[in-house]
């Protein structure tokens, strides 16, 4: 055991109890599978930044692996990817697991298990990509093979916090694997490091204050934190003791100091101490704060100057004797998040990374667990605390918003009056000496142009020129490659426009363009998401979501670059420093829109998958009824009332003419579906109000809405709904049938067939005052006015034909003897009365006109006869001819009977 915990020859610590847990767990996880002793296995997926022990953690794993008998090796996924190319070409995702136990087995001989450790994910793994045809990730049959235990290769993976590990372990993956972070190394370990690193009689404040230092440099990273301490913290001790001069000396002159942590980022910025200088009045304070960042006591200051310090008006410097202790600041902080992730729909981890990195950077801030309570000094900690999350949680954006949310006079920490005046360099003023590689998100131009002038330029911009130049940006950080797989365009959006442009991106949405918009607020004063906009962006399968202050103004300075329409400010010419800052933001702007993918969908889905069952049930009446429902004012209970009363008279008359007809003939909607595509109109409407969406209501009136089913576009004012129902073809049949009834008697059924006739004339001009009164609405009269058009076609064109044969009995009976007319007329309208069809009336007639012609030639041989017994024996054969007819008597009888007659 040493200060660090306890260290194996590998060169890997236990620094803290959480790296002693992953030790432990990853050896458990090795061990099992190796031995085969679960039914379901894991893929480790070790995260940690650059220095944080991934490699050294990797080494003690293949150590370990070894241990146990196991072939195991550690490599660059580099190495896997020219196996791949010089031996394939080209794999499928479910052939990675063999490919890799073949780059095992070339590796390390023939084995029935191996342990492959594969380190620098992130840096090949677009090759990766390229090499492996995949769904969801490259790895997901990787993952696989290790749960069921298939393949003989236990890999591990490791990468630095980036979107490649969202991307890698997405979905599928996701479930198969476990993650671990490495954590950063707490200032109260590199404490720990630096008392046994001086000597034994040091200053106990000094060496907390040198452990902010060392924090600050390393940014918790351990490999450069073991570094400083073991060649610049002894020597920077006997320089405080010894004076100003020698402090700047070192800082200015040592070697170690000066290494880069990444390219362009080095652990202390000599450029930024002389900048930090020319802020101080008493210049001799600069060395001192530099190596001492937090609250110095100045007591301890004057000792270290040998003189009286005196509080000064500085930009880089706090003078106060009011502080509070770093348990009550997080702890107000951390209520303070998780009320603003609850709000915003953040995760939990979210606010856990956030915490991290906060408890971080407050403690590199304190002396004996007390800070220095100014607000503007607390906003720059916390904007320094969101740069850490940047770095440390690329994959988790939210986490920086979080701290970037932090507000000081909204929190509301206990506060005391320290016994002496406190000197605390300026956050801001640490983060220009040991810089961060988020430090600046202005890059380019842009830095030269200074913030505002770049925000006016890109607020200037129209929307055509913002696409442009967003699709540029899309391609330059590598996010066209997330983009293309859902068909997504970025459109960057200041915040300050997007309500003057929602109307037109709305248009584009509803027309088809899927869109991921993202509202840029680099002041961090946004108003948050037109609501009209993120319902039209639901609604169609695009996204709206909302990058935080910093990378909002990098890309503010991005879309700066290409406004200019220089080569030289074009972000394609970036280098240096500004590439590394680059490099940075587009994971970080990756890893917001996998996450703005991530996002369910299932409000806006259920809305569209609940509309187009709509369109399948009702595919005429879809529409009106959802003008209906959206009218409101009452005018959905207006239409169902109007559709009862219609309903119930169109029904009535369809059930006469069924009776008259004898059977129905033809096929119409029902007449229940108006109201039950109106009740589910109302159904869709209350779904969408409920999910939010109908905020999307006439945003964009007049737009061809074809990104969304057509009842949503005419629920949402996007479309108009289809023109109410024609009535002239229902107005000629009824004109036929009112026509053929005024030709027929009143008896029996065609009695009953005038009275129809009247009632459609009646239905007809009730159609029509309720296509005026229901306007948009008059399309759910559709099936009324089919169902009477089908009846009353059927009831006109039978009575067209009975018509035309009571015309023939007519003209029969006309040419009978006036004796014998009357009589016959009567008749007929005796048997009339006991029929009960039409096609009976129309048999009848039939048989009646045959019956009357016989009659007439026997009137007509008999005439110049007047014998009263003649007469009466006609009178009485015609009684019998015209009631046989109505009970079908067969026609021999008629005829005996007629040559009796003659006779």
């Known amino acids: 055991m040493t200060a660090n915990g306890r260290c194996f020859e590998s060169g890997w610590c236990d620094l803290s109890p959480e790296h002693e847990r992953i030790r432990r767990e990853l050896e458990g996880l090795i061990k099992c599978y190796v031995e085969g002793c679960a039914e379901e296995y894991w893929m480790p997926v070790i995260v940690a930044p650059y220095g944080s022990g991934k490699t050294t953690l990797l080494r003690y794993l293949e150590e370990f692996a070894r241990g146990l008998g196991v072939a195991a090796l550690r490599v660059e996924l580099s190495e896997i990817v020219d196996f791949i190319v010089e031996r394939y070409g080209t794999v499928h995702e479910s052939d990675l697991p063999r490919v890799i136990e073949e780059f095992a087995a070339s590796r390390l001989g023939e084995s029935s298990v191996y342990v492959l450790l594969i380190d620098e994910v992130e840096e090949s793994y677009d090759l990766l990509r390229g090499v492996v045809t995949y769904e969801t990730s490259p790895f997901r049959g990787v993952a696989e093979a290790i749960r069921t235990r298939a393949s003989r290769a236990y890999v591990v993976l490791a990468l630095g916090p980036s979107s490649t590990l969202k991307e890698a372990v ?305 391609t330059l950080t590598g996010a066209d490659r997330v983009l293309e797989r859902r068909e997504l365009q970025l459109l960057l959006l ?32 946004g108003s948050g998401i037109p609501g009209g906009l993120e319902a039209a962006a639901r609604l169609t399968g695009s996204i709206v979501a909302e990058a935080g202050p910093r990378l909002s103004m990098f890309l503010y300075s991005l879309l700066y670059g290409y406004a200019v329409g220089t080569e030289g400010c074009s972000p394609e010419s970036l280098a240096g420093p500004d590439r590394r800052v680059l490099r940075l933001y587009a994971e970080l702007l990756r890893s917001l829109v996998l996450d703005s993918l991530a996002e369910p969908t299932g409000p806006a889905s259920r809305v569209a998958a609940s509309a187009r069952l709509l369109e399948e049930r009702y595919p005429a009446l879809a529409s009106p009824a959802a003008y209906t429902v959206a009218a409101g004012g009452g005018a959905a209970g207006h239409a169902e009332e109007v559709l009862k009363q219609l309903t119930q008279r169109v029904s009535s008359i369809e059930a006469g003419a069924i009776e008259l007809l004898g059977s129905r003939s033809w096929d119409t909607p029902g007449l229940e579906e108006p109201l039950d595509a109106l009740r589910e109109a109302q159904k869709l409407y209350q779904l969408t109000e409920e999910e939010g969406l109908l905020e999307a209501r006439n945003i964009a009136a007049g737009c061809k809405a074809t990104g969304i089913p057509r009842v949503l576009r005419v629920l949402l004012g996007f479309e108009e709904p289809p023109p109410p129902p024609s009535l002239e073809r229902a107005g000629e049949v009824i004109a036929r049938l009112a026509a053929a009834a005024r030709e027929l008697p009143r008896e029996g059924p065609l009695g009953r067939l005038a009275e129809l006739a009247n009632e459609a004339e009646a239905i007809l001009q009730a159609l029509e005052d309720a296509i005026q009164k229901l306007r948009g609405a008059a399309g759910l009269l559709e099936p009324h006015v089919r169902v009477l058009e089908a009846a009353v076609s059927a009831l006109a064109e039978k009575a067209a034909a009975v018509a035309r044969l009571y015309a023939a009995v007519s003209s029969s009976i006309q040419k009978l003897p006036d004796t014998l007319r009357s009589r016959a007329e009567e008749a007929v309208a005796a048997d009339l009365k006991q029929l009960n069809t039409l096609d009976d009336v129309a048999a009848y007639m039939e048989r009646a006109v045959q019956a009357l012609a016989e009659l007439v030639g026997l009137a007509e041989r008999h005439e110049a006869l007047r014998l009263e017994k003649l007469r009466g024996d006609l009178l009485s054969r015609l009684d019998t001819i015209i009631s046989s007819l109505e009970g079908g008597a067969p026609a021999r009888q008629e005829k005996a009977e007629g040559e009796a007659l003659a006779g």
């Open 494 to 525: 200041p915040a300050r426009l997007a309500q003057a442009y929602a109307s037109e991106l709305a248009c584009r949405m509803a027309g088809g363009e899927r869109l991921l918009v993202l509202l840029l607020s680099p002041n961090g004063r």
């Open 170 to 474: 997405f979905g599928p993956v996701a479930w198969r694997s476990r993650i671990y972070t490495l954590p950063l190394l707490p200032k109260s370990v590199i404490k720990r490091m630096v008392e046994v690193a001086v000597k034994d009689d040091a200053d106990a404040q000094v060496v907390e204050l040198l452990a902010n230092m060392v924090w600050w440099a390393s940014k918790g990273r351990i490999a450069w934190a073991k570094m400083l301490i073991d060649n610049v913290v002894p020597r920077l001790y006997e320089a405080l003791l010894a004076g100003p001069e020698h402090v700047e000396a070192l800082l200015l002159g040592e070697e170690a100091l000066g290494r880069e942590i990444v390219e362009g980022v080095p652990l202390f910025d000599r450029t930024g101490f002389r900048e930090v200088k020319r802020l101080f009045e008493d210049k001799a304070l600069t060395p001192f704060l530099a190596v001492l960042p937090g609250p110095v006591p100045s007591s301890l200051l004057s000792k270290l100057t040998g003189r009286e310090v005196l509080p000064e008006p500085s930009l880089a410097v706090v003078f106060s004797r009011t502080v509070t202790s770093v348990d009550e600041l997080v702890g107000e902080a951390q209520a303070w998040m998780e009320r603003f992730a609850r709000a915003r729909g953040y995760g939990m981890q979210s606010v856990e990374h956030a915490l991290t990195a906060l408890e971080h950077v407050v403690a590199a801030w304190s002396l004996d667990g007390w800070v220095v309570f100014e607000p503007q000094a607390l906003r720059e900690l916390f904007s320094l605390a969101a740069d850490v999350a940047r770095e440390v949680y690329a994959d988790d954006p939210h986490a920086a918003q979080l701290l970037e949310s932090l507000n000081p006079d909204l929190l509301a920490p206990r506060v005391e009056r320290g016994n002496e005046v406190y000197v605390a360099l300026r956050p801001s003023s640490i983060a220009r000496l040991y810089p961060s590689a988020g430090s600046s998100p202005l890059v380019g131009c842009a830095r030269k142009a200074g913030a505002r002038q770049v925000v006016e330029v890109v607020e200037s911009l129209s929307l055509d020129e913002l696409v442009d130049y967003s699709g540029r940006v899309a």
